[in-house]
């Protein structure tokens, strides 16, 4: 985003402020008198004496040297622990899986205030390691001027802009209330007091007309029907400056083994729960939280939910519920991927539940098809299809798909991407990327490498049989190819190509010998690292210094030669997609 001045700083960086000093750790420390009692105490104390050899009017703006507090300008948003191996000499080639010595990294968020008004798109990232020393820091701030007028446009008037843009009566939009805040319009260069509405149920006539679903499903999609928009309204003209989906394109009981036929007529293992009363055994997995149930054909947004999940007399499920039992069998690798692999807890890294709901239909389509199966509303939602066959088939049996969706959750909690342009579209390329290392891996160990892997999504689900994405050839892919557009949020699904082909030039890089240079097990941790550090108006060569910074941290053990060497192999894949 234009209007935001930019600072980054690694530990790795040759030049430090003058009060602090390298650990032993690798990380950067204060000095022995200064002692933090907090996690956000430490990241604002190290802001502090990084912006305070930045003379740029942004950055002393958040310092306020006046001030007797620390960086009082930013505000604290949250704070999200990462535990991750450190990589060794023993474990840098080939397929090796991770070593069991683990770090532990705390990412610490703030945004930017401005005379109390929040700035739009700011943010400040910094990385701890476990004894509170600074690993990297991020900031992207603003110097919007003098105090912001009084708006010259209420909260109602902002609301009747938006009912005029998307044709909705403006009693429905009744009781939604907005935000004064610095928005930036690149277009004028200048800086605007708005009002911002955040999920807003109106989408705007233009993306009605031409948005498509996230995975290119034909069956009416939920996050099409039932449209969340964030909107940012002018405040002394009512001029809608920027729209964009915010969703991204729904007894006593103990632990049981259980068994069962998916749609795929896979003979399968999963957990479900004893239920004393009745007596009977539920798919829930409690260890994992989640929990599977059956639609019964129902509308998905409308009809009675389920009571419970979908049950049976033993643990011996059988052949009758072959969509529920892919369904949960997928969401429990999933599951086993973010819990087992990348150490997340759930979906939002605090134990939420994944709900999955099987035999789905549109209200307005005909049962029982309805070829969707999205992540809206923190529920995964599944449809069917008819194969070439004649048979009806459950949309939950493609693993790929689920997790395409479900990343879009993991997104929303770790990095909060905004869905337009560049930001939207890495958005799209983390939910595929994910998606393909979820496919072709398990919880410890690949099943093959990564050289091996088929970049494709929802195989056999597209034309002609084909599949509904090839991430291997991918509509743009690379930056002298973009051309600005308007639909799709700012062209989000095409431009997430050139970012995901940069990803699978990395995880397929070679060493000198032919060999594969990278681990997949490291290159997803990787990814992950790089995620949790993004900023909601992050751009790919964010994502490219972010992820740069991230290899140096997790191969820091490694001889100068050999983390170089990795690094380099990092920059070459960005290059070759022109992400600088």
């Known amino acids: 985003m234009l209007g935001l001045e930019s600072l980054s700083f690694h530990f790795s960086d040759g030049v430090l402020p003058r009060v602090l000093k390298r650990m032993r750790s690798g990380g950067i420390g204060p000095p ?22 930045d003379a740029r009017p942004a950055m002393r703006g958040v310092l306020a040297v006046e001030s007797p507090q620390l960086v009082p300008n930013l505000r604290m948003e949250k704070a999200q622990e990462i535990r991750w191996p450190a990589a060794s000499m023993s474990s840098i080639a080939g397929n090796a899986a ?169 003979l399968c293992s999963f957990v479900g729960r004893r239920v004393a009363d009745p007596a009977c055994v539920e798919m829930h997995d409690e260890m994992r939280h989640i929990k599977t149930f059956d639609n019964d054909m129902q509308p998905y947004d409308s009809g009675p939910a389920p009571a419970y999940p979908v049950r049976n007399s033993t643990g011996d499920f059988g052949n009758q519920n072959a969509a529920a039992i892919s369904a949960h069998k997928n969401a429990q690798q999933v599951m086993l991927f973010y819990r087992g692999v990348l150490a997340r807890s759930g979906i939002d890294d605090q134990n939420m539940e994944l709900v999955s709901r099987v035999k789905c239909v549109a209200s307005d389509g005909k049962a029982p098809i309805w070829k969707q199966a999205q992540w809206y509303d923190n529920v995964m939602w599944y449809g069917q299809w008819q194969d070439a066959q004649g048979q009806v088939r459950s949309l939950a049996a493609y693993l790929d798909v689920m997790a395409h969706e479900l990343t879009h959750g993991v997104v929303e909690h770790s990095a909060g991407l905004k869905y337009f342009g560049e930001s939207g579209a890495l958005d799209e390329s983390f939910a595929d990327i994910f998606a393909i290392v979820i496919k072709h891996s398990s919880a410890r160990g690949g099943t093959a490498p990564a050289d091996e892997w088929k970049w494709v999504i929802g195989e056999g689900l597209g034309a002609d049989g084909g599949p509904l ?32 082909k940069a990803a699978q030039s990395v995880f397929t890089a070679r060493a000198g010998d032919g060999s594969l240079l990278f681990s997949w097990e490291h290159v997803a941790f990787l990814y992950y690292l790089c995620l949790c550090r993004l900023a909601p108006l992050a751009t790919f060569s964010d994502a490219r210094q972010i992820l740069v910074d991230a290899a140096k941290t997790f191969f820091s053990g490694l001889p100068d030669d050999q983390r170089c060497l990795r690094i380099t192999a990092i920059e070459m894949a960005y290059d070759e997609v022109g992400i600088a």
């Open 32 to 53: 022995r008198e200064v002692l933090f009692n907090s996690d956000e105490a430490a990241a604002r104390y190290y802001l502090d004496q990084l912006l305070r050899g």
């Open 98 to 266: 991770p070593p069991l010595k683990t770090k532990k990294t705390t990412i610490v968020r703030f945004s930017q205030v401005h005379h109390d008004i929040p700035v739009f798109g700011s943010s400040a990232v910094v990385e701890l390691d476990d004894k509170r020393c600074l690993v990297s820091a991020r900031v992207g701030a603003a110097a919007p001027g003098p105090a912001a007028p009084i708006s010259k446009v209420s909260n109602a008037e902002a609301i009747q802009a938006i009912s005029e843009f998307t044709g909705t009566p403006v009693e429905s939009l009744a009781g939604i209330n907005g935000t004064l805040i610095y928005f930036h319009d690149d277009s004028a260069g200048t800086w605007r007091h708005a009002w911002f509405f955040r999920k807003v149920p109106a989408a705007p006539i233009s993306f009605i007309k031409s948005g498509p679903s996230t995975l290119g499903l034909p069956g009416p999609s939920p996050r099409m029907i039932h449209m969340r928009f964030d909107y940012v309204i002018d405040a002394t003209n009512r001029k809608v400056l920027l729209s964009y989906t915010s969703t991204p394109t729904l007894a006593v009981m103990t632990p049981i083994a259980c068994q069962g036929f998916d749609d795929e007529g896979n």
């Open 469 to 500: 994405r090839d991430l291997s050839r991918p509509a743009v892919d690379n930056t002298s190819k973009i051309v600005p557009t308007f639909d799709d949020n700012g062209g989000v699904h095409a431009l997430s190509g050139i970012h995901t």
